[in-house]
């Protein structure tokens, strides 16, 4: 069993950035990682990831905002966020141990692990 936990999350104004943090219990070099987020009565989104050779995919709602990007020798995967929208207020989830050749890494249930969110809320 692996556990991530993510940190960063908060309150800010329309055109601000946050940077979320997601910690892991083990180093992951090779293997591909992914965020996500969930607003109420939505379902669960893919947002940005990086697969384990270092490609990185995004949401095209925030592409050119957002950036994805990791530290082996920490353990962390990062998600910067600027310009922030009100449309981008949610629940952010990292997830890990994503199953090889099961398709794309934007997909939730491409993945096995989950950390327990951190919440983004951008206002006007």
């Known amino acids: 069993q692996v556990q991530l936990v993510e940190s960063g999350g908060g309150s800010v104004q329309a055109g601000g950035s946050l940077r979320l943090s997601c910690t892991t219990s083990?180093?992951?070099?090779?293997?591909?990682m992914g965020w996500f987020r969930q607003a109420p009565g939505k379902e669960r989104e893919g947002v940005a990831a990086?697969?384990?050779?270092?490609?990185?995919y995004y949401t095209d709602s925030v592409k050119g905002r957002f950036t994805v990007s990791k530290d082996n020798a920490k353990n962390t995967l990062y998600l910067q966020m600027n310009s922030l929208k009100p449309e981008d207020t949610g629940m952010y989830y990292c997830?890990?141990?994503?199953?090889?050749?099961?398709?794309?890494?934007?997909?939730?249930?491409?993945?096995?692990?989950w950390g327990q969110g951190t919440q983004v809320t951008v206002s006007t």
């Open positions: 990086l697969a384990g050779r270092g490609n990185t």
């Open positions: 997830a890990a141990n994503y199953v090889l050749g099961s398709g794309s890494l934007l997909v939730p249930k491409n993945y096995r692990a």
């Open positions: 083990y180093t992951y070099s090779k293997s591909s």
